[in-house]
Nanobody
Framework: QVQLVESGGGLVQPGGSLRLSCAAS????????IGWFRQAPGKEREGVSC????????YYADSVKGRFTVSRDVAKNTVYLQMNSLKPEDTGVYYC???????????????????WGQGTQVTASS
């Protein structure tokens, strides 16, 4: 069974940057779609970005487009989320999730995912 572990969260001032990592163990992530989601207190979980580990296709929510970049390192079985120009509204718990053979145009839907990490806290505050 696929296990996912997120890391890289922390406290940063608005305008700063963080890089989150999602490391998979148990099985290779070939032909999986990896999604990044976030949840702020009192709000629903939001799809942020996705990447296909097979062909590298990506998706970005409008709220993060131009500021966040998702990438993968197939040799390390790891997906990254580079977050630049962070805003206070980016604050929340960030989760990575994996789905087998999920089309990238549906990757923002949390119900499509089979495996989830524990989450890592991101706080952008002065």
């Amino acid at each position: 069974q696929v296990q996912l572990v997120e890391s890289g969260g922390g406290l940063v001032q608005p305008g700063g940057s963080l890089r989150l990592s999602c490391a998979a163990s148990g099985y290779t992530l070939d032909y999986y779609t990896i999604g990044w989601f976030r949840q702020a207190p009192g709000k629903e979980r939001e799809g942020v970005s996705c990447i296909s580990t097979g062909d590298g296709s990506t998706y970005y929510a409008d709220s993060v487009k131009g500021r966040f970049t998702v990438s993968r390192d197939v040799a390390k079985n790891t997906v990254y989320l580079q977050m630049n120009s962070l805003k206070p509204e980016d604050t929340g718990v960030y989760y990575c999730a994996a789905a087998r053979l999920l089309r990238i145009d549906f990757c923002q839907l949390s119900v499509e995912y089979d495996y989830w990490g524990q989450g890592t806290q991101v706080t952008a505050s002065s």
